[in-house]
T-cell receptor
Framework: AAGVIQSPRHLIKEKRETATLKCYPIPRHDTVYWYQQGPGQDPQFLISFYEKMQSDKGSIPDRFSAQQFSDYHSELNMSSLELGDSALYFC?????????????FGPGTRLTVT | DQQVKQNSPSLSVQEGRISILNCDYTNSMFDYFLWYKKYPAEGPTFLISISSIKDKNEDGRFTVFLNKSAKHLSLHIVPSQPGDSAVYFCASSGSARQLTFGSGTQLTVLP
């Protein structure tokens, strides 16, 4: 079965640079979630989109923005990168219209800021 | 203030025996609970979930129990297999659907 696809899998950037992470949800899923997992930490919710509209916002810095496109894929844009942004970034998708709470995660993008 | 707590960072179990992973939560607005399994360098894999209107859900070797009055849930794996060795995250969800994760428990199943 098709899973959530994230690209790139690894990304190395320097401080103050920008980065764009992409997420392709499971086909038919209408909701995308972004999570950040720092070293030794549990995943923290950043932001979510339902039917291309921002749904909820968590601990996402103002330097980050995201959107969901007409084909339901989502992009997380990160500017003025800081060393502390180094983390695993997970995207998850779900079918909210099915009243489902289960979220299915992609393999993650490992961002390293040097 | 951590709303979902997994107090055991690690657990070792002999192959064939039962693994019991525990999770506590503080937010009474949570109404759906999920368990995820995670290998290094991979995303969390959904295992099993339970709604707050139930106290037990079973799927093969995995059973989740929910005690709402104690704000406690547990995941039972019977029989445990070496392939079950991974980090297990408990997660909770409310009306906003975003997941709040515990800090995880590293399960090691010894052959």
């Amino acid at each position: 079965a098709a899973g959530v696809i994230q690209s790139p899998r690894h990304l190395i950037k320097e401080k103050r640079e920008t980065a764009t992470l992409k997420c392709y949800p499971i086909p038919r899923h209408d909701t995308v979630y972004w999570y950040q997992q720092g070293p030794g930490q549990d995943p923290q919710f950043l932001i979510s989109f339902y039917e291309k509209m921002q749904s909820d916002k968590g601990s996402i810095p103002d330097r980050f923005s995201a959107q969901q496109f007409s084909d339901y894929h989502s992009e997380l844009n990160m500017s003025s990168l800081e060393l502390g942004d180094s983390a695993l970034y997970f995207c998850a998708s779900s079918l909210r219209g099915d009243f489902s709470y289960e979220q299915y995660f992609g393999p993650g993008t490992r961002l390293t800021v040097t | 203030d951590q709303q979902v707590k997994q107090n055991s960072p690690s657990l070792s179990v002999q192959e064939g025996r039962i693994s019991i992973l525990n999770c506590d939560y503080t937010n009474s607005m949570f109404d759906y609970f999920l368990w995820y399994k995670k290998y290094p360098a991979e995303g969390p894999t959904f295992l099993i979930s339970i709604s707050s209107i139930k106290d037990k859900n079973e799927d093969g070797r995995f059973t989740v129990f929910l005690n709402k009055s104690a704000k406690h849930l547990s995941l039972h794996i019977v029989p445990s297999q070496p392939g079950d060795s991974a980090v297990y995250f408990c997660a909770s969800s409310g009306s906003a659907r975003q997941l709040t994760f515990g800090s995880g428990t590293q399960l090691t199943v010894l052959p």
